[in-house]
C-alpha cells in the first residue's frame, strides 16, 4: 500500500448493485414508491435503474438470491444505500410519500450537516433518503473540524417547506 495517497475531490459513488430476492418487488419499491426510472431489463433477472437519465445509479439482481432470504441485520454487508435529494422541499416531498402509502420507517434525523430519513427496501437492505444542508451551514467544532450528531428530526420543520 502506498502512503500519502489521497483519492481524487472529484472522485463520485457511480452506482449500488443490491442482490434482492424478487425482482417485480424491488421495482415496485425503488419505481413505483421512490421513483426511479427503469433504463434496462435483463430478463426476469436484474434491472438497471436511474434518476435523471443516468445509465444507472442502482443494479438490482435476482442472480443469487432468487427467492430467498433478506438481508439480516447483524450480519456483515451492507448499512445502507444512502440518497440524496437536491431540496430539502423534495425530501419533504417523499417524506410524505412514504407516509401516505404507510410504508414503515426505520428512523429519521438531524445530522447537523443533513436532513435524514431512514427505511428498510423490501429485502431489507437500509435505504437512507437525505438532504445536505448548504456547506457553509454545517457545524464545526472549536478547532475547525466538521460536528456530526444525530439528533432527532423534527418532521413539522421539514414539511415546512411544502
Same mark, same amino acid.
Request: proline share 4%; net charge negative.
Given at each position: @500500500?502506498?502512503?500519502?495517497?489521497? $483519492? ?5 459513488? *457511480?452506482?449500488?448493485?443490491?442482490? %434482492? ?16 426510472? $427503469?433504463t434496462l431489463l435483463y430478463g426476469d433477472e436484474a434491472a438497471f435503474i436511474s434518476a435523471g437519465g443516468y445509465?444507472?445509479? $442502482? *443494479?438490482? /439482481?435476482?442472480?443469487? /438470491? ?10 456483515? =454487508? ?5 440518497l440524496v435529494y437536491p431540496s430539502k422541499r423534495d425530501l419533504a416531498v417523499i417524506y410524505n410519500r412514504l407516509? &401516505? ?5 426505520? =428512523?429519521? !434525523?438531524?445530522?447537523?450537516? !443533513? ?8 429485502? =431489507? /437492505? ?14 464545526? /467544532? %472549536?478547532?475547525?473540524?466538521? @460536528?456530526?450528531? !444525530?439528533?432527532?428530526?423534527?418532521? &413539522? &420543520?421539514?414539511? *415546512?417547506?411544502?
Open positions: @500500500m502506498q502512503d500519502n495517497y489521497i $483519492i481524487p475531490a472529484s472522485t463520485r459513488v *457511480g452506482h449500488v448493485h443490491l442482490k %434482492v430476492t424478487d425482482l417485480k418487488r424491488s421495482l415496485e419499491f425503488y419505481c413505483g414508491l421512490l421513483g426511479f426510472e $427503469i445509465h444507472h445509479h $442502482i *443494479g438490482l /439482481n435476482t442472480w443469487f /438470491n432468487k427467492g430467498g432470504s433478506k438481508a439480516e441485520k447483524n450480519t456483515v =454487508g451492507l448499512f445502507h444505500t444512502a407516509k &401516505d402509502s404507510k410504508y414503515p420507517l426505520t =428512523g429519521a !434525523s438531524d445530522h447537523g450537516v !443533513s436532513l435524514a430519513i431512514y427505511l428498510d427496501d423490501p429485502d =431489507g /437492505n437500509g435505504v437512507e433518503l437525505y438532504w445536505d444542508r448548504p456547506k457553509e451551514e454545517w457545524p464545526k /467544532n %472549536v478547532d475547525g473540524s466538521l @460536528m456530526m450528531y !444525530s439528533k432527532r428530526l423534527y418532521i &413539522d &420543520d421539514l414539511l *415546512g417547506d411544502l
